[in-house]
């Protein structure tokens, strides 16, 4: 018999709460926001602001002052929405480790999720090491079943871990390799009503999470074989420094014209940019190059990211 291991969410819930405590308690003291503008920028009812602004107060959140912490990443995340006309960013502590530092990315973007779920919503995936676990998280939270549909090709990386035994999802995914073997099977596969149907899907999502890799030798294109470390040095040459779906960006947020793009099933960065709601979720400094440039590609309406992250990008922007 499979041993279950429980995923302990407590402590995500508790710390999202926090956040989402803060957030409020900034909006409706700092920036006089009413409680009706709080709801609509947070996702959340009305009568949960309330409640929110009523803990911050009892919980000493709120003492003529918002708790140092708290308003540091609040001002780092409203600098980053105007710096790049984003409509939020969610940013929290600096992991210990970097296992510590992936889980807390993870947690917080699937708490994030969670929040902005409507019944029946169905959200676009991407392909990469960080939306894994982030997928892998949220469909261990949600009492639903989670309708997520692919991005792009790569089918194996879209389903669970061995220990996701309670794994509440629905996979919508394209029956295909993330590189095929050469440009007309690419074409001849695209053309494929199963295929179809998932491009159909695509528009229709209430929301898109997407991975930012970066250039290093460890990243997860390379790992899984996809990419050789020679790949990435001619790469390298050609000014990219990371990927959005395994299209590769110059700083500028420009894409680079590669082999591998004429074989790539992957989601196109012009179709990217015209979805709603697309959320980035990338943290550490070897992604601070990476995170700039999907962000000056106006590839994402949403950041979460960790705040010694934000400060980077904040001070190399």
């Given at each position: 018999m499979q041993r279950v291991i429980p995923l302990d969410t407590s402590s995500a819930k508790q710390n999202y709460e926090e956040m989402l405590t803060v957030k409020a308690a900034w909006y409706y003291y700092?920036?006089?926001?009413?409680?009706?503008?709080?709801?609509?920028?947070?996702g959340i009812s009305r009568t949960k602001v309330?409640?929110?602004?009523e803990k911050a107060r009892q919980s000493g959140v709120v003492q003529f002052s918002i708790r140092q912490d708290g308003c540091r990443r609040i001002k780092l995340e409203q600098e980053l929405i105007t710096r790049f006309?984003?409509?939020?960013?969610?940013?929290?502590?600096?992991g210990r480790t970097p296992a510590e530092a992936d889980d807390s990315l993870a947690q917080a973007a699937?708490?994030?999720?969670?929040?902005?779920?409507?019944?029946?919503?169905?959200?676009?995936?991407?392909?990469?090491?960080?939306?894994?676990?982030v997928l892998n998280r949220l469909a261990m939270m949600v009492e639903k079943p989670l309708n997520v549909v692919s991005l792009?090709?790569?089918?194996?990386?879209?389903?669970?871990n061995?220990?996701?035994?309670?794994?509440?999802?629905?996979?919508?995914?394209?029956?295909?390799p993330l590189v095929l073997s050469s440009r007309e099977t690419l074409q001849s596969l695209q053309q494929e009503p199963s295929v179809q149907e998932i491009y159909r899907m695509i528009p229709l999502s209430s929301m898109s999470v997407v991975g930012i890799g970066s250039m290093n030798d460890d990243a997860t294109i390379i790992r899984n074989g996809i990419f050789s470390k020679n790949d990435f040095t001619v790469l390298r040459?050609?000014?990219?420094?990371?990927?959005?779906?395994?299209?590769?960006?110059?700083?500028d947020g420009n894409l680079i014209s590669v082999s591998q793009e004429q074989r790539l099933m992957s989601t196109p960065l012009k179709e990217l940019q015209k979805l709603e709601n697309v959320i980035g979720v990338a943290g550490g400094p070897m992604k601070v190059d990476a995170i700039l440039a999907a962000l000056r590609g106006k590839y994402l309406d949403v950041l979460i990211t960790d705040e010694d992250t934000a400060q980077a990008l904040l001070e190399r922007s």
């Open positions: 700092m920036e006089n926001y009413t409680q009706q503008t709080i709801s609509d920028l947070l309330v409640n929110l602004l006309g984003l409509s939020d960013v969610l940013t929290f502590p600096v699937a708490m994030y999720i969670l929040h902005h779920l409507k019944d029946e919503t169905f959200i676009n995936m991407g392909y990469g090491g960080t939306t894994r676990r792009t090709g790569g089918v194996n990386y879209y389903l669970p061995a220990y996701s035994s309670v794994f509440n999802a629905k996979l919508w995914l394209i029956p295909s040459l050609q000014g990219a420094v990371g990927d959005v779906l395994s299209h590769f960006l110059d700083k």
